[in-house]
């Protein structure tokens, strides 16, 4: 049995011993009244001090004694003293029994054999959930019984010693059911079902137990995220997301044995090692580190189900536990905080919990929180950076949102977008960006601004939210007057998800009818394949800064051409971002890009000022 299995029985036997005490405390001056008309009340008198007194307030000193903070160790000792106490209690009618049987009063003899046989069924019915303890309680009530059958030596009394031997047999089997219950009940409530692992409530309690008993020592906690798990489920299925769950469990219980770790599943596609202590808190770090990479690749590798070979990764989050003054659900939290970071930066890796990814989250929470307050408190404002043709001349821009907190500052989009994104702010902001960015792009159209595109950018959490093509759609109607003379693209980064490929599909060819096309951000980053590319309707495609900025070295210059000759092909205009020097900008011009972004020609900017910019800018 291990330690929280242990802790059901621990609460159990200690709700008992009161039951066991009321019980004996109620029915044991019975004897007294025996004593008063059979013998002479002297031997039932003490009998009775040991049943009422004595017994019970041993009982009632362990009851008290318990509590669930007690180190495992203390737990067994007392579980132990328990075991003897509750033997000494049933077995100690055997006392008056011996005492009565020895009377030449038959009456005696029955109403002791009836206590006996009394005793043997509670005993079998209170004491079943251990083992050892209900065996030999039931046995020594039982065994002086049917000696007693045969000293008698009759043919009746061999006849009730035989009938005692398949009483005694029926207790314990049914005790034994009921122990093989209660240990099966207990193991389901401690236990996931799929992988057989233990569960969040066993984990929390061999944490919570390790924290207390190992307060100046060190040991680990991993919490294990698999990646795009859901994908798996969603494509291909809860079975085949079944058996991979399985066999991850596996993989985590064959390492973790040999390493003497426990592993747990939190539920999900969330799993939980905690380690064996170790005396140095260096130590348990290394050991940390070593382990969470051996168990990564362990789980990286291939994975054949059902005839697909499947490859999954996982974000680990680590905590180190040394302090027992701390709850234990507090360790959880800072491996599930390093966890996400591990999720948020790329995922498939490893982060370990300390106070500055404490501070970086904390700082994370309270942008979450003052965003929240951003719309409302008109906080947040639109740029635009020109995009401008071969010619140098402005054909249009994209829209940059800008976020300046009075408490925080000026926040940047690469900071804020993506916990909007976390929190689902996202779509409330997006909104709000949409309506902005439309009413300028009607003003601009009445105003026959030269420009010719407008774009701006659309998370995917975004397009993906049902009510998207709605919203759009009310909110060009709302601010976009007929023939506006300007063509709005909405940029997105690649997808992985085939899952949400026809759905964004869908999407692109309901806007298409409002004149919105789309183009891919961020190109060459991301996950998308030409096949992806060729699917989706697009008009235009950006090369990412990352490209640009080494756009000199040869090999980034083949995989520029590539990009180029792949959007030439699909028929697609080819915007180079991040544009910072006129070197950068001519070796892309060389290479046929359409349109070029970037700090070389302006950073993004208020309304105002790029349409003073627009109107400035003519033709080469
Ligand atoms: P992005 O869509 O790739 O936008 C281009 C980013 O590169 C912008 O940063 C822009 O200011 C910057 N940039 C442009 N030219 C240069 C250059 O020559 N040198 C350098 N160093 N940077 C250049 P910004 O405005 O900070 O935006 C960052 C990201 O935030 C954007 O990347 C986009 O993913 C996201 N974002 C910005 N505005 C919005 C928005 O309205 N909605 C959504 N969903 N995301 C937005
Ligand atoms: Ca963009
Ligand atoms: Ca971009």
Redesign the pocket.
Known sequence: MNVSENLTFYKFMHRQILIIIALNVFTAPGYLLMGYFYTSMVYEAIWLVLMILILPVYGYSLYKQFSINMTIVQKEIWLTKIRYFMFTYSVAWSLMFVYYISSDNLEMHYITIATQIGSGVVAATLLASQRKLFFFTVISIMLPLAIYFLVVGQLFSYILAFFTAVLTTVLLYAAKNTNDYIVKSNYQAYHDKLTKLGNRRYFLEILESSVREFGNKYSYLLLIDLDYFKTVNDTLGHDIGDELLREVARRMVMLSNKYDNNVARLGGDEFCVLSHVYDSEDECLNSAKLFSEKLLSEIKQTYIIKENHLHISASIGVSVLNNSSVDPAKYLKEADMAMYEAKYHGRDGIIVFTEDLYALVQDKLQIERLLYFAIANEELS??Y?PQVNTNDKVIGC?????WNNSKLGAI???VF?PI??DTGY?IE??EY?LIE?FKTINEWSKNDLAIQTVS????MR?ILNKDFVNMVVKTYNQYIEPNCKIRIIF?I?ETSSSDNLSSLKETIKQLKEYGIAFSI??FGTGYSSISYLSEISLVEL?I??TF?DKCSEAKQKLLIKLMVDIAKNLNLTVVA????TLSQRKILEEMNCDLY????FS??VTKEEFQKLCTLSTDR
């Open positions: 639109l740029n950076q994209e829209v940059l949102v800008r940047g989009p690469d977008i909007a994104e996202i902001l997006g960006i960015a701006i950018n659309i998370s975004q940029e980064t951000d961020d950006k990412d800064k640009v971002e991040g544009v910072e972004q970037g700090y070389l950073k993004p």
